[in-house]
């Protein structure tokens, strides 16, 4: 049985994946039986088998079905599919990368701003070959960031180094990247059997190889690929209420696959602020 089966069966109305207004491989009910919203904004993700309403956030397939008024030994027996294909291969979007302009090495405010983040400029510009912006015509003093893939740069993000900025992050457009960088996880090339999911590149650096960062707290199914196919997975978040709801919603995710997967709360506010004593912790608990 599947879950357009259990809808149909129980009346519910909804839209099938490929309707102009429904994203592929979702499928979108019309009420959300928890804010009320009847503007189909209640999704039900087909290949991951959870439910999100853009105005009230995920909810359990249980919860959901529950409040649908689907009987409970349906409920009982219903399984996702869970069928995600980790082997699928990339959509290279151009054959070479096109990088912005002004990179060159590192200058004492970007070092500056490494140090005072804890970590190691020669670690950071020869382990993940971090370069320096200083004054260009945009991106002015941020640090380029490469995203490499199989030991090739096929994207890149930026990260600046001020405070008075509005974006924290700027990534390459559709139109430089030869890969999508949110179809990958930074840092990727450095994890074998174990991953520690952080949300951008600065966390990865200051837990070293075996991190992995998103780009963001919310996975695409290509990053939810890359993540089903390695068999420890250890989510680490911001410690913030939110940041930590979106974790224990990865974990919910990402439970359903072979392999370990668990959450990790640090005392800290994020990997990126963690002292050496926790990340040495932390490094530990995951065994990287």
Same mark, same amino acid.
């Given at each position: ?23 592929? /491989?979702? &499928?979108?009910?019309?009420? %959300?039986?928890?804010?009320? !919203? ?17 105005? %009230? ?37 151009? &054959? !070479? ?32 070959? @971090? ?64 991953? @520690?999911?952080?949300?951008?590149? @600065? ?35 911001? !410690? ?23 959450? &990790? ?6 990997? /990126? ?6 990340? &040495? ?8």
């Amino acid at each position: 049985m599947t879950i357009q089966d259990i809808l149909d069966e129980a009346r519910v109305e909804y839209l099938a994946s490929g309707h102009h207004h429904c994203r592929p /491989g979702w &499928i979108q009910l019309k009420v %959300c039986p928890f804010c009320g !919203s009847q503007n189909y904004h209640l999704g039900y993700h087909l290949a991951l088998g959870y439910f999100s309403c853009w105005r %009230c956030g995920s909810h359990s397939r249980w919860s959901v079905l529950s409040a649908l008024k689907i009987p409970r030994e349906t409920i009982q027996s219903f399984r996702p599919s869970r069928a995600i294909d980790t082997t699928r291969p990339y959509e290279r979007k151009r &054959i !070479s990368l096109r990088e912005p302009a002004g990179r060159g090495p590192l200058t004492p405010a970007h070092l500056e701003y490494l140090r005072q983040r804890g970590l190691d400029p020669n670690e950071v510009v020869n382990l993940w070959e @971090v370069e320096g912006i200083a004054i260009a015509p945009r991106l002015s003093w941020r640090l380029y960031i490469p995203v490499i893939y199989q030991g090739e740069r096929v994207s890149w993000t930026t990260r600046a180094i001020g405070d008075r900025v509005t974006q924290r992050y700027i990534s390459a457009s559709a139109e430089d990247e030869v890969i999508n960088h949110k179809h990958l996880v930074y840092g990727r090339d450095f994890c074998h059997h174990t991953i @520690v999911v952080v949300e951008g590149p @600065v966390d990865a650096w200051k837990i070293g190889p075996g991190a992995g960062a998103l780009f963001g707290m919310t996975p695409t199914l290509a990053q939810m690929r890359i993540l089903a196919a390695i068999p420890r997975r250890f989510v680490c978040l911001d !410690s913030s209420p939110d940041a930590q709801r979106r974790a224990r919603h990865l974990c919910e995710q990402l439970a359903g696959f072979p392999g370990l997967t668990q959450n &990790i709360c640090l005392d800290a506010k994020d990997p /990126g602020e963690a002292s050496p004593r926790e990340i &040495i912790r932390l490094r530990r608990l995951a065994g990287i």
